[in-house]
Structure formats: structure tokens, C-alpha cells
């Protein structure tokens, strides 16, 4: 049911939950997270660039109890 491509998407998606010190490092590490996703499913890198960051940056200032 779930291919490698499919698998490796979404440990990159759980790397979203790890938050930075700062908004800029929560920013940097969701978009790393985004790209990555977006090569593994041949999608725009650009576009899971910029999700991956603000996914990680709302994520992180609305949950702050939740990151490390």
C-alpha cells in the first residue's frame, strides 16, 4: 500500500514537530523538512519550501508548550 517514497514523506513531515529557538530556526527547519518532502514526491521544491516553514513557524508559536 505505501511505497518507500511514501514512507521517507512522512518522517520528513514529522521532522515539522521539532521546533528551533527561534522563529527564524523553526522557519529553517520546516523548510528543510518541506523540500525534502516535495523532492521525494517530485513535487515544486519552492512550494514545500514555503509550506514547510510556515507549517513549522504556526506550528511552533501556537503550540510552545509542545516543542523542544
Known amino acids: 500500500m505505501f511505497n518507500k517514497k511514501m514512507w521517507l514523506s512522512l518522517a520528513l513531515a514529522g521532522g515539522?514537530?521539532?521546533c528551533g529557538e527561534?522563529?527564524?530556526e523553526q522557519a529553517a527547519i520546516g523548510?528543510?523538512?518541506g523540500v525534502?518532502?516535495?523532492a521525494l514526491l517530485d513535487g515544486?521544491?519552492?512550494t514545500g519550501a514555503v509550506a514547510?516553514?510556515?507549517g513549522n513557524v504556526?506550528?511552533?508559536q501556537t503550540n510552545p508548550d509542545k516543542c523542544n
Do not use: K, N, P, R
Open 16 to 18: 515539522l514537530a521539532a
Open 52 to 54: 514547510g516553514a510556515a
Open 58 to 60: 504556526l506550528y511552533c
Open 44 to 46: 515544486d521544491v519552492l
Open 31 to 33: 523548510g528543510a523538512a
Open 22 to 24: 527561534t522563529v527564524v
Open 36 to 38: 525534502g518532502t516535495a
